[in-house]
């Protein structure tokens, strides 16, 4: 297993910077390697990881729609049939499909607050990562975490992992990060906004 220190940039400057200054302090192209973090729920484009079935957060929604489209379908049904006598038949049929849309929604909205969200530091946001496999770099591994710092890393983190062929071999974008530093750590979010993605 190789110590592996990871910075994920959200502006690629910041990322080209970030490996040029890897560069010139001694890291060899073999033991650094730069990828691609796709949003949550896209890591399928990730040949590394695979797939949540949805976004954390939302694993109940399906169900919640569901509900809500049958028994918003059924109060719009009545809805629609007291229509009846101004709309025709047709009002019976809109009203059920209005209810329906409207339940669903609900629904799942409703099944969603009841779940526990994801923080910040439990899902990987999309960002460019650049890898630094400490163990064979140049520079140490708190100094690689000091220089994804200088260069504005939003998440800095530091795990053990495999290392093959000038790549982090095991690497699995549905893990959550081991932080230790980044923009992340050190800027709560503003009070009543929602954690950063």
């Known amino acids: 297993m190789a110590t592996i220190v990871a910075g994920g940039f959200d502006v690629s400057t910041d990322a080209d910077a970030a490996i040029a200054r890897l560069r010139a302090a001694g890291v060899r192209e073999e033991d650094l390697c730069t ?4 949003p949550a729920g896209e890591h399928h484009a990730i040949p590394a990881g695979g797939d949540r079935g949805a976004s954390p ?6 169900k919640g729609a569901g509900t809500g489209a049958v028994i918003g379908a059924a109060a719009g049904l009545a ?8 709309l025709g038949p047709a009002g019976m049929a809109a009203g059920a499909a209005a209810g329906a849309y409207a ?9 969603m607050d009841k779940e526990e969200q ?6 990987r946001p ?3 990562l650049i890898a630094v496999n400490a163990d064979a770099a140049g520079p140490s591994a708190d100094e690689v975490v000091r220089l994804f710092e200088a260069c504005g890393a939003r998440q800095i983190e530091r795990t053990e992992g495999r ?3 000038g790549a982090w071999a095991d690497f699995d974008p549905l893990s959550p990060p081991q932080l230790v530093g980044g923009r992340d750590m050190r800027e709560p979010p503003a009070r009543g906004a929602p954690p950063p993605t």
């Open 57 to 62: 957060g939302a694993q109940n929604a399906g």
């Open 103 to 111: 339940g669903s929604l609900v629904g799942a909205l409703g099944r």
């Open 163 to 165: 290392w093959e062929n």
């Open 35 to 38: 990828f691609r973090v796709n």
């Open 126 to 128: 999309a960002e460019t």
């Open 118 to 123: 994801p923080g910040h530091d439990s899902v």
């Open 79 to 86: 809805a629609g049939a007291a229509a009846t006598p101004f």
